[in-house]
């Protein structure tokens, strides 16, 4: 019993790792998106748009990540791999639907993001953060 214990509290440690640096990765993404450094933007100057779209995206990595370890087998190596794999597509596909929705918009999303009131077109990029990871989760069930 104490080494199934031990073996469960390593998976868990491993898959935080896997999950911190996933969250790392996507708060990175966010900072190169946002004109400024997104650390001031929403701890300093309290911006709603900068935080709505980190939490969106912190968001769906979870639900990526989520899903990702409960569709894994018994295999761990197989379920790192594949958590790691589906949060990094995850990543990638939301920093495109930013991409995307910036293309085919007026003005750049990315100064919207630094205006202190609340811009819709966040709302519409936090939208398509959480559907992607919904859908990528569906794909992996």
């Known amino acids: 019993m104490f080494l199934q214990l031990l073996i469960g509290l390593s998976a868990a440690v491993a ?62 190596v197989a379920g790192l791999i594949g958590t790691l794999a589906y949060g990094l597509l995850g990543l990638i596909l939301m920093s495109v639907s930013f991409l995307l929705i910036d293309a085919f918009t007026p003005g750049k999303l990315g100064d919207e993001l630094s205006a202190p009131q609340v811009h819709p077109g966040t709302w519409v990029s936090a939208g398509a953060h959480v559907v992607i990871a919904t859908i990528i989760a569906a794909a992996i069930w």
Not at 34 to 57: C, D, F, M, Q, Y
């Open 15 to 76: 898959y935080g790792v896997i999950g911190v640096g996933m969250m790392v990765l996507g708060y990175i993404l966010v900072d190169l998106a946002t004109p400024g450094k997104l650390s001031e933007l929403i701890w300093v100057h309290r911006n709603p748009n900068a935080a709505l779209l980190l939490v969106s995206g912190l968001t769906g990595v979870g639900i990526i990540l989520t899903t990702a370890i409960a569709a894994s087998s018994n295999d761990l």
